[in-house]
């Protein structure tokens, strides 16, 4: 059983910052991109940043310059830090993490952390 848990999520003022966690959890899975999408009310969940294995990481437009992603594989873990957060940033924010299990590809979703931008 692998888990995703996402941590980090709350109210700020724009301008503001915000820390995002994920960490990926289950024996035998091994970890290879992760990757936070977000959804904001009413609309379809986008992607907002990525992160392989490798080190290679990739951005949305509209976050680029103000988030930066980064993980510490040793302990399957994911961050997205969040600057100058803008009203528009305001979503569910969802981590994504695929891997192998028991030999094959499998991807899981965590449940999502609200991240809310108002003053």
């Known amino acids: 059983q692998v888990q995703v848990v996402e941590s980090g999520g709350g109210l700020v003022q724009p301008g503001g910052s915000l820390r995002l966690s994920c960490a990926a959890t289950g024996n035998g899975f091994t970890l290879q991109t992760m990757a936070w999408a977000r959804q904001p009310p009413g609309k379809q969940r986008e992607m907002v940043a990525t992160?392989?294995?490798?080190?290679?990481?990739n951005y949305a437009d509209a976050v680029k310059g103000r988030f930066t992603i980064s993980r510490d594989n040793a302990k399957n873990t994911m961050y997205l830090e969040m600057h100058s957060l803008k009203p528009e940033d305001t979503a569910v924010y969802f981590c994504?993490?695929?891997?192998?299990?028991?030999?094959?590809?499998?991807?899981?979703w965590g449940q999502g952390t609200q991240v809310t931008v108002s003053s």
């Open positions: 994504h993490a695929w891997g192998v299990l028991a030999g094959r590809g499998a991807d899981y």
């Open positions: 992160s392989t294995s490798g080190g290679a990481t």
